[in-house]
């Protein structure tokens, strides 16, 4: 008999790196989630805020989009970097964590700023559900497509 030793087991996990490409996805989805969203509740979105077309196309201005990729750049950064943290190695719980985080994070906060601003209710599950849905698949994502740092 003899003895065989081994390398400790810490030193055999792999260790999770950023994905800039799965950032780069979760950044172009959330913005091609809300064109595709807000393109079938458009209607009931204009007015439950109080819009009209005309309104909108006078008051026109590229600032919401240039808003949007910025947040969504830092959406899909923080994501990553928390998913790397907590060793998320699959696309399940990913998604599962994502969601776990999105329903406190981002539906229930609008649903109590909507609620004391007297906004109506149904515009919380147009607005949160497409937050929701982007919170989802951006954990598919990362969740999913992993990076290694090599030993």
Do not use: C
């Amino acid at each position: 008999m003899y003895l065989r030793i081994h390398k400790p087991i810490y030193l055999k996990m792999k260790k999770l790196k950023l994905n800039y490409l799965a950032i780069l996805a979760v950044v172009i989805i959330s913005q091609v989630i809300p064109m595709i969203w807000y393109g079938i509740f458009a209607d009931q979105w204009m007015e439950m805020n109080g819009l009209t077309m005309d309104y909108i196309m006078a008051n026109d201005s590229n600032s919401p989009y240039f808003v949007a990729l910025i947040a969504s750049l830092v959406f899909a950064v923080i994501l990553a970097w928390l998913f790397k943290r907590m060793n998320i190695e699959s696309a399940k719980d990913g998604f599962i964590t994502a969601l776990a985080m999105g329903i406190p994070f981002s539906l229930l906060n609008l649903m109590t700023i909507y609620m004391f601003s007297f906004r109506p209710y149904e515009l919380v599950w147009i607005d949160g559900g497409e937050n929701l849905l982007i919170w989802g698949v951006a954990g598919l994502i990362l969740g999913g497509w992993r990076k290694y740092e090599s030993n």
